[in-house]
């Protein structure tokens, strides 16, 4: 027996803004995340997708919460964004029948940075800092301040990460195991990692341009992402507002580089092709990162699409978790009829592609579907369909 | 709630680079702890079960360069996760639409910090991302999946000492689902001077190698390697002629919502992750005859883990055989829940538990706990359970049974 997956909060923080209505506003608006450095400390002019404000006063309350790293706030301001969005309670998320699945590629990247250059640099550790060091922080931190204790997991599957938490998370909501399960997840970005791509050329300076026969390289972001997932019934029952039903799907792997990108389109394309049935809006990966674009519309291509494509990370950045603002945007593509343009997208690297350009697309859209690429081989779709 | 068959096993520790190394050290009482010589480190604390040799990569499909570029639990991985296919009988073809389930923490954190202190020494000019791209967490599921031709879901897991646990139980539910008939639930880690130096400057490591339950416990001692079960279908397992050296029964997966990295008091969340295992196991408190325990030797883990096996096996609990392998392979962290889970299918396999070591006298609170002792057990078992704890309170619990 398996519970239709309903789709009923979004929550996001980005260089975008933060919540469902404002990002939703700047992606239709076509407005670029993605601008010279301000918090991060990066060559002048490099561009970077930070956010603006994070007020940790704002989304904390518990004592224990006031040591909370950034990207555990990213991801906790997220996940009581959706909680809010979805019309709960915050007692309607608190206890064993709640799940919670949180994703990121990278963790709490700053205060990793300064417990190891003082690692080095003296050989001890900083005791207060070294819990928040855990990759599962985030987790641990959403779990205490919403009171959490049912099922939780910490997933990271590189660029995929934000996918596969919301995933782990609908299986647990189709699975009858969970009421209510928040799932999302967040990365942050720092000087050091900007230095570490920019020394490797791995970044472009620039704003990025993905699926553009121009891009050169993505734009590091930051931001966090989520979604109350419930039991459609359950949904109806309360008589919440339904964005989209997500259809729970453990994805697949295909040959590739194991640091790198799959080079042949044609299994991406095979395992996609059925995923896309009926699909008008695709939510790219796609970063401005050739190596990754290329395969993307080419397996696009191949599965022979002919649905609307974006690529938010043209807009918001490229981080691990970005794939969770993709699953955001895929389900108001569904519920607001409205595919937003593909910021930095000029010329389509494959003109048998529709990527949606300049403005945003009114068009219904029955189904909609996040590809969910990452290094590796890892592939983690996520389809939304109209509930 | 249907079965999950265990057909293969494959570990590297402290202990030896096999399964089979694992289970002889384990029967012999052997303690793997021993000097801690991968880095230079200060702090009070200079033992470690370290693994004594980097596996050789072996036969895989893997070009060269992408061979160097391997982390430390790359390796350990693809040697446990090899291993274990090759004992499953698992032929190309039934592996390929396998799932992976890795449970890891810290990635390539080890050979990170070498790449930044030649970075901040100026032995590197620049960052180089041949020396980068082993960082993250999901490289080793990456390197499993191509080195041995394995093409289904992936996933990869991290709550801190219980990632890895936390892997086999998803793995065993994509199996329950009909997701996929085979899958791969692998933990790895390695040490870093990261991980060391932050549990030193917690107080957490006991200079002196851990005594899990013991009076005089003082603190865990870090230990690094992998674990790999082969997880499978029964009726394919049966129907492909494999032997079936456990069963997984349920899974229970909870959180505390209390504490970054002390336990709940009471152990609500670890108490609920054994009451929802044996729920989903079907399987009665009274019939739990081993605790393959998550022991680390802390004062505060092991007197919640004792409370909580008290609440949720009552009076039974004084007829449960427990052991703590971390007294023998060190705290493996995101490793430990499927080294454990490997440890109690060979325990279950073979009728050999193995003992807690370095304990001189278990602690006067707990004249109820049937810990076992050097020279270890020999009891047939049929339920056994194995629990793992992770910072940030996140607990999961494995019951497995011997087949037939």
Redesign the interface.
């Known amino acids: 027996m398996t519970e239709a997956v309903a789709v009923t909060g979004l929550g996001v923080v980005s260089a975008l803004g933060s919540g469902v209505d404002e990002v939703a506003e700047a992606l239709i608006a076509g407005y670029g995340g993605c601008r010279p450095a301000r918090r991060v400390e990066a060559a002048p002019g490099a561009h970077l997708a930070e956010v603006a404000e994070l007020e940790p006063r704002r989304w904390v309350r518990s004592s224990?919460g006031r040591?909370i790293d950034r990207t555990s706030l990213l991801a906790l301001a997220a996940a009581r964004l959706a909680v809010a969005d979805a019309g709960l309670p915050p007692e309607a998320v608190?206890g064993?029948r709640v799940g919670?699945a949180m994703g990121s590629?990278?963790g709490n990247l700053a205060e990793?940075e300064t417990?190891?250059?003082r690692?080095?640099a003296r050989?001890?550790?900083?005791?207060l800092v070294?819990?928040?060091?855990?990759?599962?922080?985030a987790?641990?931190?959403a779990?205490?301040e919403?009171?959490?204790?049912?099922?939780?997991?910490?997933?990271?599957?590189?660029e995929a990460?934000g996918e596969?938490a919301i995933q782990?998370g609908a299986?647990l909501v189709a699975?009858g195991v969970v009421d209510v399960c928040i799932a999302g997840g967040a990365d942050e970005v720092t000087g050091l990692l900007w230095?570490?791509g920019d020394?490797?050329a791995?970044w472009s300076r620039d704003a990025p341009r993905p699926l553009d026969l121009a891009a050169a390289g993505p734009c590091p972001g930051e931001g966090g992402a989520a979604v109350v997932l419930e039991p459609m019934a359950r949904a109806r029952a309360r008589g919440a507002r339904v964005h989209a039903r997500l259809v729970p799907d453990?994805?697949?792997?295909?040959?590739?580089?194991?640091?790198?990108w799959p080079t042949a389109p044609d299994r991406v394309a095979a395992g996609l092709r059925a995923r896309l049935d009926g699909v008008a809006a695709v939510v790219a990966s796609a970063s401005g990162q050739p190596a990754l674009d290329c395969l993307e519309a080419d397996a696009l291509a191949l599965a022979g699409t002919r649905a609307a494509v974006t690529a938010p990370r043209g807009a918001c950045g490229d981080f691990g978790t970005a794939g969770a603002v993709a699953v955001v945007v895929a389900a108001l593509a569904v519920s607001r009829a409205v595919v937003p343009p593909t910021v930095g997208c000029v010329q389509p690297r494959r003109p048998d592609l529709d990527v949606v350009r300049g403005a945003a697309r009114r068009t219904p859209v029955r189904a909609a579907l996040v590809t969910g690429l990452?290094?590796?081989?890892?592939v983690r779709p996520v389809r939304l369909e109209e509930p | 709630m249907s079965a999950v068959a265990v057909t293969g096993l494959g570990a590297v520790t402290a202990l030896g680079a096999d399964a089979a190394s694992l289970a002889t050290g384990l029967a012999e009482g052997r303690c793997g702890i021993g000097p801690l010589t991968l880095f230079e480190h200060g702090g009070r604390c200079h033992i470690a079960a370290q693994v004594p040799e980097l596996p050789p990569v072996g036969r895989v499909l893997l070009p060269p360069a992408t061979q160097r570029r391997l982390s430390r639990p790359d390796r350990f991985a693809l040697a446990a996760g090899g291993e274990a296919c090759r004992h499953a009988g698992l032929e190309p073809r039934e592996r390929a639409d396998a799932a992976i389930c890795v449970g890891a923490s810290v990635g390539g954190m080890h050979e990170v910090e070498s790449a930044w202190r030649r970075r901040r020494t100026g032995l590197d000019a620049r960052w180089r991302m041949s020396r980068l791209v082993a960082t993250p967490v999901a490289v080793s599921a990456a390197a499993l999946s191509q080195a041995l031709g394995i093409f289904g879901p992936r996933l990869t897991m991290s709550t801190a000492c219980s990632s890895s646990a936390l892997a086999v139980a998803s793995a065993a539910a994509m199996i329950r689902r009909g997701q996929v008939r085979v899958a791969l639930a692998l933990g790895t880690d390695a040490l870093c001077r990261l991980t060391y130096a932050g549990f030193d400057a917690l107080q957490a490591l006991d200079p002196r190698p851990c005594r899990p339950f013991a009076a005089d416990r003082g603190g865990l001692s870090l230990g690094e390697g992998a674990g790999a079960l082969v997880l499978e279908d029964v009726s394919h397992a049966r129907a492909r002629g494999a032997r079936v050296l456990a069963l997984l029964l349920g899974a229970g997966v909870a959180a505390d919502a209390h504490h970054p990295t002390a336990p709940h008091p009471e152990g609500t969340g670890a108490r609920r992750a054994v009451e929802a295992a044996l729920a989903e196991a079907g399987v009665a408190p009274e019939a739990v005859d081993y605790v393959n325990a998550h022991g680390t030797g802390t004062r505060q883990n092991d007197a919640v883990e004792v409370a909580v096996l008290r609440a949720a096996l009552g009076r039974r609990l004084g007829r449960v055989a427990v052991s703590s392998t971390k007294s023998q392979l060190g705290h493996t962290l995101a490793a430990a829940g499927a080294i454990e889970a490997l440890v109690t299918v060979l325990a279950l396999d073979t009728g050999l538990l193995p003992p807690t070591v370095n304990v001189d006298g278990v602690d006067p609170a707990w004249d109820d706990l049937d810990l076992v002792r050097v020279p270890g057990r020999r009891q047939a078992l049929r339920i056994a359970l194995s629990s793992s704890y992770g910072f940030g309170g996140h607990d999961v619990t494995l019951v497995l049974a011997r087949p037939g």
């Open positions: 224990v040591r608190a064993e919670l590629a990278f990793t417990f190891v250059e690692l080095l050989g001890t550790g900083n005791p070294f819990p928040n060091l855990v990759l599962n922080a987790l641990g931190y779990s205490i919403l009171g959490v204790t049912g099922p939780s997991a910490m997933l990271s599957e590189q990460s596969a782990w299986q699975d230095r570490l020394e490797t791995h453990p994805g697949f792997a295909v040959p590739a580089p194991v640091h790198g990452a290094r590796g081989g890892i």
